[in-house]
């Protein structure tokens, strides 16, 4: 059985990841390939949009994992994430919204990667006592 916890990790995961992808790649696919800039991928609208994508995921995703194993801490370091996140948008400064925006998504997908794994031991340890 999928548990939607696990989803919610990957997914938490993945748009990190596609954040953080988008933070180091755009600029060279826009110098590389000017037809990308109709697209409008570099504007302030996506940055936006994957954090309000992203807030949900990995709070409901989190606070569904620390309830199950309890290791409580791991809220800390997506919170952290998240900050860094939020703070990203804010800035003005392009410079400090990229470095923001890489350190957060890392700091968020490694909370996340530790969220499941602790989730899938939890879980195959209540399998050996059953």
């Not at 059985?1 to 060279?28: F, G, Q, R, W």
């Not at 037809?35 to 504007?43: E, I, K, R």
């Not at 989190?62 to 809220?75: A, I, N, V």
Request: with cysteine; proline share 2%.
């Amino acid at each position: 059985m999928i548990k939607i916890e696990n989803v919610t990790d990957k997914m938490a995961i993945t748009l990190s990841i596609a954040c953080a992808i988008h933070c180091l790649a755009l600029p060279l696919l826009l110098l590389l390939l000017p037809s990308f800039m109709v697209l409008q991928l570099n504007n302030e609208a996506f940055h936006t949009w994957m954090v309000i994508i992203v807030l949900p995921t990995s709070v409901y995703a989190l606070f569904m994992g620390c309830k199950q194993h309890k290791r409580y801490r791991l809220l800390f370091i997506g919170f952290l994430g998240l900050i860094l996140l939020v703070l990203a948008v804010w800035i003005g400064n392009e410079f400090w919204e990229k470095a923001l925006t890489l350190v957060g998504s890392t700091v968020i997908a490694g909370g996340h990667y530790w969220n499941y794994r602790l989730c899938q031991q939890h879980t195959l340890c209540h399998r050996c006592e059953d």
